[in-house]
Every structure is written in C-alpha cells, then in structure tokens.
C-alpha cells in the first residue's frame, strides 16, 4: 500500500512545464518531494489540451516513483473548470490554485474538486488543497484563506507575481519579498498549515542554498523551485543536520539534569538554555525521529 508523505515532511515542491513530457520525466528523479504539473503560466494556452491528457498516466508514473503529486490548475473563471475535469481522473493528491485573493477562492475550489470526486468514484475528501497568494490582497488574508477548507494542507507564496502586484524590483538576494515572507509564515502558522516559501527563480546553487538557509531560520520547513537541481540542495537543509541533531540531544540532557537538580536554566556552549530553546530543540529532534520513520517504512 503505498505511503503518502504528510505536507509537514514535503521540503521541496517542484513546479514542472505541465506539456514538457521531457521534464515532466526528468522530475520523477529529480529527488523532490512534491511534483506539480503546472497548468498555468508554465502551460501556454494552446498546449493546456496535451498537458491535461498526459495527467493520468504522468501521475501513475510519479506515484510509482514515490512522489506527492500535484496540480496547479488555472483560475476557476479561467481555464480551470476544464483543467479539473481532466487531471481529477488521475487522482492528485494535491491541486493547487493560483491567483488566490479571497476565501471564496478556496471554498469553490473545494465543492468543485468535491464534484469531480464523486464523479470519478474517488474516496471524497481525497484530494487535498495548495492555494497559492501571489496578490498583496492575498497575502493580508492568508489565515482566512487556509481555514476555507479542511482540505487545505498547506499555502504557497509566489514571487514574481507578488513582486509584481507590489510593483517592487526583483533580485537575487530577495530583499524586495522579506516582509511577505515573514508576514505568509506567521499567517500559515496561525492557521495551523505548512507555509511553501517562494521559489528562488535565478538558476544559482549558492543562492538558492543561502535563501534556504534564511528562511529555514525563519522557521520554514518547505520551500518551492521551479529547477530540478535545486531540489537537492534544498532538501538537505530543510532536513535535520547530524550535527544539528547531536547538538540539540546535548541541549535537552542538559536542560533536563539542570532541571532535576532544581536549576531554572543552564548554560551551554556559551549560550543560556531556558525553556524556549529547549521547546525548539524536542521538536527539532520530535521533527527528526518521525522523518526518519517515514523513510525507514518507504525502504520496507
């Protein structure tokens, strides 16, 4: 029986040229944790008939990979309606939706992909939901956003378009996009969904590496890309560190002793430990313990 990977353990979501069989391929090995056929921007009009027919067997060919899979579908007063019909008979785990400014947004997402379900005969509730904020108007509702359904697993913030809609000047070190980061991770985590960071869209190993380094910081545990080297990287630092696991194993046997002994904190590496750190410290290794679990159970 095949093993879904929870949204919370999905490091890397990968948005794929939804009519490119050749990266459409190329993505089931790239080592990202979600693949996304990207029905969207990625898909010019006139090839949305061809990505939509690929869909099922696509999907087929990811699961079996052990892949998530998922789906960016237009706008529903676009082309999404017809997208749906046709990628919901290869059952997504995922359907993402761009453009997402409104609750509203989410919950005809929602009675639609319900529709499909009941239609294609799949287990209703099945399919979980992605939206994603591009807008300023979004991203000040995000909370509202991702309580719209239960299907809502987790948000993701675009950032070339919410550059755009804020009329900022894009760049390698993002600075234009701090604030909406930061802002989207609060939102996220306020309505209890996983936050998908925004794309790091120069082609750099370095700079997405040090853009995922700085939002991990922030408390990000997934990140979107739109290259299929950067999976890799990214995965790796969203991953718990050997050393970062040994630290914090050092940090909660001391906090504890301190404790036992009547302490209130205790003092390591030339750092105070108080009850917050250690907080962060058992869910860095609670976080680490379940990942490897999971991994041990794919391998069975």
Not at 63 to 88: E, H, I, K, S
Request: negative net charge; aromatic residues 6%.
């Amino acid at each position: 029986m095949r093993r879904l990977r929870p949204a919370r353990f999905c490091r890397s979501w990968l948005f794929v040229e939804g009519a490119n069989e050749t990266a459409l391929g190329q993505a089931g090995t790239s080592g990202a944790d979600v693949l996304i056929q990207e029905l969207e921007d990625f898909t010019p009009p006139a090839l949305r008939i061809k990505a939509r027919a690929l869909a099922p067997d696509l999907y087929a060919s990811w699961r079996a990979a052990g892949r998530v899979v998922a789906v960016r579908v237009n706008p529903l007063d676009q082309d999404g309606m017809d997208d749906l019909a046709a990628v919901m008979r290869g059952a997504p785990d995922i359907v993402g939706l761009p453009k997402v400014a409104e609750p509203f947004h989410v919950t005809r997402l929602d009675k639609a992909v319900t529709r499909f379900e009941r239609e294609y005969g799949l287990p209703e509730g099945s399919t979980a939901l992605l939206p994603n904020i591009e807008f300023a108007r979004g991203l000040v509702q995000t909370a509202l956003i991702a309580k719209a359904s239960p299907r809502t697993v987790a948000c993701l913030m675009a950032s070339e378009d919410m550059a755009a809609d804020l009329g900022a000047e894009r760049g390698p070190d993002g600075i234009e996009l701090a604030y909406c980061r930061q802002r989207f991770l609060v939102e996220c985590v306020a309505a209890g969904v996983v936050a998908v960071d925004c794309p790091y869209t120069f082609s750099d190993a370095e700079g997405v590496a040090q853009e995922t380094r700085w939002a991990r910081r922030l408390g990000y545990v997934a990140k979107s890309l739109v290259a299929l080297a950067h999976a890799p990287v990214i995965n790796g630092i969203l991953s718990p560190g050997d050393d970062e696991v040994l630290r914090a194993r050092r940090l909660v046997t001391a906090f504890e002793q301190a404790r036992a002994s009547g302490q209130g904190r205790v003092e390591l590496d030339g750092a105070l430990v108080e009850m917050p750190a250690y907080a962060t410290a058992k869910r860095l290794l609670a976080r680490h313990e379940a990942m490897q679990e999971f991994e041990r159970g794919e391998a069975k």
